[in-house]
DNA sequence: CATGAATGAGCCTTCATTCAT
DNA sequence: AATGAATGAAGGCTCATTCAT
């Protein structure tokens, strides 16, 4: 975790690569290393130097959000209503990934580049599973659910509003995801339906 | 729908190049007309003969399953249960897209490269719809949900299954994903719990 | 030149493969084999059968043009004006040029893909020497010119109409020919100016 | 103008890049890159880094050309004698023309793919406009033509010899390229013939 | 004679990564 | 540290021509 502090001039670069990654990630475009150095204005070298790989990059430009989430649950994990904790988090998570077009490919990639991020992921992990457990402890989760599921699950309603519509970026998309996590909270089924 | 026969020799040749394209697809290999002739054992030119581009190959791998859903589905709407035809089709719709990878491609394009895989998308969507409407006439339907909502929701819960672990091929995907869809119908909170 | 008549049937085709080329020469398409067959609805090898090379077309289809420039030569040479007669043959030859596409190419080919296509020019140069030879002989014609330089003077005013402006079909082309075939017969220096 | 001046490694493989694509130009081989790369001993890549397309580099190896013409018609623009001003500039044209084969393809592309290729080219236009008003108010010009034909009228002279015969490098072009273009200078016809 | 499938060399272009300066 | 030139494998696609049917 000791991370040599960076030369002032090397800090300032680093910033400046990962706020053109992150205008990249926004407007869609693919992030070539090459191509966020002549946008930096530095050489390939220096975003090498920073950054091994696009992944790397990309993580970094992920990190805030991700950050931001864990931030969340462990306010969440403080909520003395079991659901409403875990319900606000499973929320700011698919809002998250439906706001934050970096997140996507950084939370279904299988490896990390960078051990912040597997930290990161981890402690949502944790996070989700101590909010899950609460909610089961208290009664208000169905059977059959476990806190592995969670996360494919966000991922799932982040992926059915990519499906359904307008790019990233777009105001409807966050109404269109807090829709579908209703949805699977509450089921699509008629509750007082019975077999 | 009359499409001139092809020659013996060029029909054994479409069959072999979208046999290893199938291949291909199960392994996870991303679609190269270079690399399917290579293994083909035939010229680039003819691969690029029978298929323009490899949207309109990969559209000719997944027809198959595309076709098997809309024969389910027109089975589906003559099932005297409304919310058992409803379920079946969506499960078999995950199914499929759990079972094969050249789905989620082709489901999610924009743009088709061949007619009939928009024929295809076009009457599952007109099925789903038809059978959404009986589902929800039926009055088994939690409100809010539409039927451009299926579509999007489906991929969602393949892409959590893909999240969630084995590759393509796997069967315990199939379980997960009927337990993923289970919960998207039934919902993740427990049934006796009002806010 | 005793050619075996062709059955009636390849005749029809043979018109219709030059009926197509012609038409795709007028649009400017570059003449593909492959693509005049489609075109006409016969096979590769049908066009391979009557036109042994894409030149080999091209110039069956700039024949025409070249038989009516022959036989307009034939009659120039009757005129009693031999300058009348070898200006109105040079007027023709630039005008066939710009209005025809197809005789750039075949005009400036140093080998011919039919002996026709030789003959024809042969009889053109011919031509042209005739014409040439009468008005040189009536003192019409400034000193230094040879029968050779007509055919590379005609192409070479007709491509300075293709640099100037707009492309083959434009009814201005002719107009621009003219003039230019105009400055090069009286010359772009003011007649009374001596050095 | 201020190019950020190239490392000296870069520059001389520019240089070798530049050599060996006048060589193909005046060999007459058609600008590939990936040839090009090949023969000077480079990468592709190299090659596209420095000339982003066949035509750019092209270009530069007109360029020489251009200038030098350039910088004649400046010349001739102060030459006390009108006439011998614009007659000179044509011949040095066609002259270049004639003996550069890069020149016909720039001269007569209507895109061009360096900035630097547009300005020589407008620079040209415009000495030749100079020149060419000069002539005309000094009288002797014939009427009808305009400053606009001269480009037109000198890409004809410079095709009309190489139609006529033998290709770039040969000696004899020159003095073919002198003949035509004073008889596009002087006329064709003999001067005391008056219809 | 006609067909049209097959061929495959050939060209273009991109981009992740290295390394001399 | 920073630079940015160089690399070259990799992939995409076209098209003139042949030859089995």
């Known amino acids: 975790m000791t991370t040599t502090p960076l030369r002032k001039d090397a ?13 990249l990630v926004d407007e869609g475009t693919p992030l070539q290393l090459n191509d966020v150095a002549k946008r930096v204005g530095v050489g390939v070298g220096t975003v090498y130097r920073h950054f091994a790989t696009p992944e790397a990059l990309l993580e970094t430009v992920a990190a ?6 864990a931030a969340y649950g462990a306010a969440a ?4 209503d079991p659901w409403r904790g875990f319900e606000g988090f499973l929320a700011r998570t698919v809002e998250a990934q439906v706001g934050d077009a970096a997140l996507a490919p950084v939370t279904a990639a299988g490896a990390d580049a960078l051990p912040r991020t ?27 659910v476990t806190a592995a599921d969670l996360m494919p699950l966000m991922c799932g309603v982040a992926y059915a509003v990519e499906v359904h519509g307008p790019g990233t970026g777009d105001p409807d998309r966050v109404a269109t995801a807090h829709r579908y996590l209703g949805m699977l909270l509450g089921g699509l089924r008629a509750p007082d339906r019975r077999d």
């Open 118 to 144: 597997t930290e990161l992921k981890a402690a949502l992990r944790e996070t989700g599973g101590i909010l899950f457990e609460r909610a089961r402890d208290a009664g208000v989760l169905r059977p059959g």
């Open 77 to 80: 994990v403080a909520d003395p």
């Open 64 to 69: 805030p959000s991700l950050e931001a989430l």
């Open 11 to 23: 800090a300032r670069n680093w910033d400046r690569i990962v706020a053109v990654a992150r205008a």
